[in-house]
């Protein structure tokens, strides 16, 4: 009888163990390699890039103490000028063919934007105020907006030409991004910096962070909301899912990150673990965390669009637009 029961346990002993190397056997091991590459390393300073699909823009200081707004079409290795306006321009921000920027042309800061299929420029709101940080998606072009004393969250709809208030709170709302239909921004309503959010198609504002700290810089991509997160007394990166209402820490090493960016299931940060900035990666769908680019000098204010990054670069001594292709493999 013994030795049947002695049996028995090593047959289960060895069944789980063929379970659970099946089961290991089938998850897959992916490996993320970055594929760096170069956008620009004219001698002058290129800063704070965006991209959607093959193009990349930033704001590049090619003339003595102005900002144009410059493009790259990763496709074809071209540049091309979008704005040259003898004034400042900043802050670019792209979605298919509609790159947007803040532009002091007028002697305060109003929101433009470009059509790169037909090259027109256009205004968005040139009002007397201070109007900076425009996010756009699709149709939608949101910013910070000081009309009425503070900063608000105003709105444009480029299909229907008409300009629309996202958030009016009496104290200062700021960091505005979109990702179709939704609105994240930071709020200082309640004495400190939390996440908001608006829903264009419902009209409805919603509280996204309630954490006694300070949580700032949000990104959005459909229903993933991040951001820069104080409550352990350095900036971690956080998220959240609007689908289920679940946050979720994405990355809480005891150096600093800081402004996030996501595209679908891939995060990236500016990260000081090694003792300078560097990029940063996390798979939602995967994982794992992974290293973008860890140069010795510094790296700064990542964008993403699909599989592809860009960020700004000063390891030629002043900062340069550098990218990276994700590439998966086994």
Not at 302 to 307: E, V, Y
Request: aromatic share 10%.
């Amino acid at each position: 009888m013994g030795n049947q029961k002695l049996k028995a346990g090593l047959l289960a002993g060895l069944i789980t163990a063929i379970a659970l190397i099946v089961t290991a056997s089938c998850v897959p091991r992916v490996r993320v390699t970055p594929e760096e590459f170069i956008v620009t390393t004219n001698p002058a300073w290129q800063r704070h890039p965006s991209i959607s699909g093959a193009i990349v823009v930033w704001q590049d200081r090619a003339a003595a103490l102005n900002d144009n707004i410059y493009a790259y079409d990763l496709e074809n290795g071209t540049d091309f000028i979008v704005s040259s306006n003898p004034g400042l321009a900043g802050d670019p921000d792209i979605s298919g063919g509609i790159v947007v920027w803040a532009d002091n042309r007028n002697g305060n800061w109003d929101i433009y934007g470009y059509d790169i299929e037909t090259g027109e420029e256009f205004p968005i709101s040139t009002d007397p105020a201070d109007q900076r940080n425009p996010s756009v998606s699709g149709n939608i072009v949101v910013w910070v907006d000081e009309r009425n004393g503070n900063r608000d969250i105003y709105g444009y709809d480029l299909a229907t030409n008409t300009e629309f208030v996202i958030c009016e709170d009496p104290d200062d709302q700021n960091s505005p991004q979109i990702s179709r239909n939704v609105i994240v921004w930071a709020d200082n309503r309640n004495g400190n910096w939390d996440i908001y959010g608006y829903d264009t198609l419902t009209k409805r504002e919603f509280q996204i962070t309630e954490n006694l700290a300070s949580q700032r810089y949000p990104s959005v991509s459909g229903s993933t909301v991040i951001w820069v997160d104080d409550r352990h007394g350095n900036p971690d990166i956080y998220g959240y899912d609007l689908e289920i209402g679940d946050e979720f820490p994405i990355c809480t090493n005891a150096a600093e990150q800081q402004s996030p960016v996501i595209d679908g299931n891939v995060i990236a940060w500016v990260d000081q673990r090694r003792g300078n900035r560097d990029i940063y990666g996390y798979d939602l769908a995967a994982g794992f965390e992974f290293a973008i680019c860890t140069n010795h000098a510094e790296q700064w204010h990542p964008a993403i669009s699909g599989n592809v990054l860009v960020w700004m670069d000063r390891r030629n001594g002043n900062w340069d637009i550098y990218g990276a292709r994700l590439l998966r493999t086994p």
